[in-house]
Nanobody, 114 residues
Framework: VQLQASGGGLVQAGGSLRLSCAAS????????MGWYRQAPGKQRELVAT???????NYADSVEGRFTISGDSAKNPVYLQMSSLKPEDTAVYYC?????????WGQGTLVTVSS
């Protein structure tokens, strides 16, 4: 499984960005897709995930501001980010998971200026 992420960039605080992640290869067994992020000097953390059944999960820090949509069957998966804050600055990684394996895409940098 290969994951191709896109959509990062520089935005002012309060602005919006949309990330996309397209999965290719043997995706039939993928049951969850989503996004993680890693800020400088910090550990990678969950941002949002969505299951093949459409169930979503968000980090408390982004709940109400970010929306994840799509799933492995409705390729690609999108992360709509609104009301962005400087603390959202990070490298965002697309993620996919099957029953036994996890997959990571290359990161895309999101920079939110104050």
């Amino acid at each position: 499984v290969q994951l191709q992420a896109s959509g990062g960039g520089l935005v002012q605080a309060g602005g919006s960005l949309r990330l996309s992640c397209a999965a290719s290869g043997f995706i039939a067994n993928i049951n969850t897709m989503g996004w993680y992020r890693q800020a400088p000097g910090k550990q990678r953390e969950l941002v949002a995930t969505i299951t093949s059944g459409g169930r979503t999960n968000y980090a408390d820090s982004v709940e109400g501001r970010f929306t994840i949509s799509g799933d492995s069957a409705k390729n690609p998966v999108y992360l709509q980010m609104s009301s962005l804050k400087p603390e959202d600055t990070a490298v965002y990684y697309c993620y996919a998971r099957s029953v036994s394996l996890s997959y990571w895409g290359q990161g895309t940098l999101v920079t939110v200026s104050s």
